[in-house]
């Protein structure tokens, strides 16, 4: 069985990635915020575009059941009752930067511009902590 690779660089939360699937944690104190982007014409705009993945909060029903899921690392599930659970899709072939030829660094930094230039015009900004990048709302950082 592969283990699972579990992301450390999202202060709100963190990613679990799961040979099928990729489960993200947001903390209850971020879980407004998040969802209120998910909801947001923002987001829908985006997604639509294919410029971010789709997401899905997970029912109480899919995260009880994931307490008893082997695949899951020990610790991983929120304990607040009050964080959420929410699903990406699976990306089949992820790359890194430190992979890519210069015309790929080059398309990545245009593409985030062109999302950070959209966020900004639904009320919504770009940060990036390390090199993850994550939505909030301008001067209210999750």
């Known amino acids: 069985m592969t283990r699972p690779v579990v992301s450390f660089r999202d202060p709100a939360g963190a990613c679990c ?7 993200r944690g ?10 209120a982007f998910l909801g947001s014409p923002t987001a829908a705009a985006l997604e639509q575009r294919a410029l971010i993945l789709s997401t899905r909060r997970l029912t109480p029903q899919e995260r ?7 695949s899951i690392p020990p610790g991983w ?4 009752p009050a964080a959420a659970l929410f ?3 699976r990306i089949p072939f992820p ?3 430190h992979e890519w030829p210069p015309e790929m660094l080059w398309e990545a930094g245009r593409l985030t511009l062109e999302i950070a ?10 940060r990036t902590p390390r090199r993850s ?7 209210r950082p999750c």
């Open 117 to 126: 230039r959209l966020a900004l015009a639904g009320g919504w900004g770009l």
């Open 95 to 97: 790359s890194y930067p």
């Open 77 to 80: 599930l929120p304990a607040d």
């Open 87 to 89: 699903e990406h899709p």
């Open 26 to 35: 947001v903390s209850a104190a971020a879980r407004d915020e998040f969802e």
């Open 64 to 70: 009880q059941a994931l307490a008893t899921d082997p």
């Open 17 to 23: 990635v799961l040979p099928n699937r990729v489960l």
């Open 133 to 139: 990048i994550s939505c909030s709302r301008p001067g």
